[in-house]
């Protein structure tokens, strides 16, 4: 988005609906508010609110955020090379905009929190192609989630692998703190997920095929530390299908686990053939210190 100056004229109508419809709905109307908030847009050279009557001759000028992230995304870095990178994900950190408008426009990722897109956009990694869609994302983790991601740095290698990823040639080990004490060491999950009324998603007869491979890595006070291998890739697939099965994800506000700081969910490795060498590659995030302390916490409670 590049500055812009606009003259009201017309019915009174307010400032927020006006630069809407004057942007051609490449902006959504909440981030247009989001700008006004932040002082990026000035009717008649002062600062407004979203709700301000304009008036015929009204001049609006809006002049757009720079972009600022605190996080530099080569601190994140656990492996490069010229086709991609592979990332150690906090937990708490958005992989991209809640919005689908960032994808058809990155100047967006300047008006929203910030994000793993908007520190790759402010300081990509050499040879980062930023013209790709979706900034090389090729699949993400769910914002509690921490663990190992990758993200490609061109279009052919971004192309190639998300055609691994949707032909499950891609295998992903997560690790969680479960509540309860399942009675078996290890199984398989097979429960369709969908999206029902109200929007939330869960299990499903009427959703698309999941499958989950489990194994129970230790058990202590009434929790498991588990290893989590899903075959599948729907939305939030882990975390609905142990709810399903009666033991939720420690953490999980949403599926019902019990309290903790944080969703204590873990992508700990990813391996898969290079879709161009053919060579075997795995990727590895080592456990963050508050996944490892709840687990102690846990442990040591009776």
């Not at 307010?14 to 909440?30: K, M, P, V």
């Not at 700008?35 to 009204?58: C, H, M, R, T, Y």
């Not at 729907?234 to 506000?253: A, E, F, I, K």
Request: hydrophobic fraction near 35%.
């Amino acid at each position: 988005m590049e500055k812009q100056t606009l003259i009201f004229s017309g019915r009174t109508e307010r400032l927020d609906i006006f630069i809407t419809q004057e942007l051609g709905g490449t902006l959504s109307r909440n981030i247009i508010q989001n700008l006004i908030k932040s002082g990026a847009v000035l009717v008649n050279g002062k600062q407004k609110k979203a709700s301000w009557p304009l008036e015929e001759g009204d001049i609006v000028e809006i002049n757009p955020p720079e972009l600022k992230t605190s996080l530099n995304i080569k601190d994140l870095i656990i492996s490069e090379d010229k086709d991609f990178f592979v990332i150690n994900k906090p937990a708490g950190l958005l992989v991209h905009p809640q919005t689908p408008l960032w994808e058809e426009n990155f100047d967006i990722l300047k008006t929203c929190e910030e994000t793993l897109v908007s520190a790759i956009y402010s300081n990509p990694p050499k040879k980062f192609d930023l013209t790709m869609d979706r900034l090389g994302l090729v699949h993400r983790l769910d914002k509690e989630t921490s663990g190992v991601m990758l993200i490609a740095k061109n279009s052919d290698f971004q192309q190639a692998m998300i055609e691994l990823f949707a032909n499950r040639e891609v295998h992903k080990t997560y690790n969680a703190i479960c509540c309860g004490n399942l009675p078996d060491d290890k199984g398989t999950i097979n429960a369709p997920i969908g999206r029902v009324s109200g929007g939330k998603i869960k299990a499903s007869p009427l959703g698309r095929e999941a499958i989950t491979d489990y194994k129970v890595a230790k058990r202590a006070n009434n929790f498991c530390f588990m290893e989590l291998y899903p075959r599948t890739g729907r939305t939030n697939q882990l975390r609905v299908h142990m709810s399903w099965l009666g033991y939720p994800v420690l953490g999980d506000w949403l599926y019902k686990g019990a309290s903790a700081p944080r969703l204590m969910l873990h992508a700990k490795k990813l391996e898969f053939l290079h879709p161009f060498k053919k060579t075997k590659l795995s990727f590895s995030a080592p456990l963050p210190k508050d996944f490892k302390e709840a687990w102690q916490k846990v442990s040591k409670e009776k």
